[in-house]
């Protein structure tokens, strides 16, 4: 578990620097976009219908591929405006401006079909968790809309594993807000 300053670019540089080459902390690799659910983590799977049509899921793609899906009060991800892309490591905080938990994480997949975009990132060394999670946008035979999320993970280091109920708060509160960030986001017609 790692604590940066997110309103301090030495801070978030220093620990991008330090992740760049980082092999993620799970062997699963690409396991949430395959369908797979590995032995030895948890799984969650979250789903809300956006809207209805083509524009819809056009906007809806749009905002996962601009990180408008964690535009969240006290989420923010580093750099801004980072590539969705294989291989690329962004870090998530979850906190202020002042201090916050940093999650570091690696791209490792991109899902780019006719009906179906997403990605899906992995944890890197300093994440507090192990695993990965997927975020996907669909539009099926109706035309209707959905935003899903699919994460499977495990405590990656002791004081994870010792709030326990907590961190599964959190965790839990931040997917939620996801969701909630992406239907918004096509709303507004962002």
């Not at 899921?57 to 801004?80: E, M």
């Not at 990965?132 to 935003?147: G, L, R, Y």
Request: proline residues 7%; charged residues 20%; contains cysteine.
């Amino acid at each position: 578990m790692e604590l940066v300053r997110p309103g301090s670019r030495t801070s978030i540089d220093q620990l991008l620097a330090r992740s760049i080459d980082a092999v993620p902390t799970y062997a699963e690799v690409g396991a949430t976009i395959a369908g797979e659910k590995p032995h030895g983590y948890r799984h969650d799977t979250y789903e809300a219908q956006v809207g209805v049509g083509r524009d819809t899921f056009t906007r809806a793609c749009t905002g996962l591929q601009s990180w408008g899906s964690h535009r969240v009060p006290g989420i923010d991800v580093h750099p801004r405006g980072a590539p969705i892309e294989p291989g690329a490591t962004v870090v998530v905080t979850l906190g202020t401006p002042w201090l916050a938990l940093a999650a570091p994480c690696r791209i490792v997949d991109v899902l780019d079909d006719p009906d179906r975009w997403g990605f899906a990132y992995g944890t890197l060394p300093g994440h507090p968790e192990q695993g990965e999670e997927s975020f996907v946008v669909a539009i099926d035979s109706e035309d209707t809309v959905t935003f899903q999320i699919t994460a499977f993970s495990r405590p990656g280091d002791r004081i994870t594993q010792l709030v326990g109920p907590i961190g599964r708060a959190v965790q839990t509160a931040g997917t939620n807000g996801y969701m909630r960030a992406l239907k918004r986001f096509v709303d507004e017609g962002n």
